[in-house]
T-cell receptor, first 116, second 114 residues
Framework: GAGVSQSPSNKVTEKGKDVELRCDPI?????LYWYRQRLGQGLEFLIY????????KSGLPSDRFSAERTGESVSTLTIQRTQQEDSAVYLC??????????????FGPGTRLLVL | GNSVTQMEGPVTLSEEAFLTINCTYT??????LFWYVQYPGEGLQLLLK?????DKGSNKGFEATYRKETTSFHLEKGSVQVSDSAVYFC?????????????FGKGTTLSVSS
């Protein structure tokens, strides 16, 4: 079946502009996650959705970052007034069961964001 | 808080060499442990996992054993191939509000030459 997809695959923007990143999870997966991978760093957890609600937003780095999910499917991560330090690969993942420590998360290919 | 530390790369090996990538963790409770792999130009994918102490995860010739006494989950392969060249991430599951999330190490780049 189809895996997690993300769009765009690459995005170049100017400092101060807003960007929207999209994630289509695997159909039927309840949980959806956003992570960020900056150059030379590991993946940082940003936000997690259970269904359409986001119980944990603790990883969002600032109030310029927001995310929503509709129809227990597509999610959009929005970064307002982008800064150069926002440049990173943004990864989305989904899993069937959000409460299990044993659950595998399935990752999309990522969106590479470059802020000039 | 919970954390994962893995050896810095890059690791450069010849084909058929033995591979070890060290991973240690700090955690409260009983997390599951994972190795994810990112091949060039591809997304992250699960390589193997272990859900409790002394469990051994294995896949594609790779193995890792969940050692609670040493808080480690080292990745090993007896004979690497050129096709194993990739970035390897150690991770643990962590409790977040009403769910779980993964905490990752920084990744180790493996380069295998023929």
């Amino acid at each position: 079946g189809a895996g997690v997809s993300q769009s765009p695959s690459n995005k170049v923007t100017e400092k101060g502009k807003d960007v929207e990143l999209r994630c289509d999870p695997i159909s039927g997966h309840t949980a959806l996650y956003w992570y960020r991978q900056r150059l030379g760093q590991g993946l940082e957890f940003l936000i997690y959705f259970q269904g359409n609600s986001a119980p944990d937003k603790s990883g969002l780095p600032s109030d310029r970052f927001s995310a929503e999910r509709t129809g227990e499917s597509v999610s959009t991560l929005t970064i307002q007034r982008t800064q150069q330090e926002d440049s990173a690969v943004y990864l989305c993942a989904s899993s069937p069961n959000p409460t299990s420590f044993q659950e595998t998360q399935y990752f999309g290919p990522g969106t590479r964001l470059l802020v000039l | 808080g919970n954390s994962v530390t893995q050896m810095e790369g890059p690791v450069t090996l010849s084909e058929e060499a033995f591979l070890t990538i060290n991973c240690t963790y700090t955690a409260t409770g009983y997390p599951s442990l994972f190795w994810y792999v990112q091949y060039p130009g591809e997304g992250l994918q699960l390589l193997l996992k272990a859900t409790k102490a002394d469990d051994k995860g294995s896949n594609k010739g790779f193995e890792a054993t969940y050692r609670k006494e040493t808080t480690s989950f080292h990745l090993e392969k007896g004979s690497v191939q050129v096709s194993d060249s990739a970035v390897y991430f150690c991770a643990l599951s962590d409790r977040v509000e009403a769910g779980t999330a993964l905490i990752f190490g920084k990744g180790t780049t493996l380069s295998v030459s023929s």
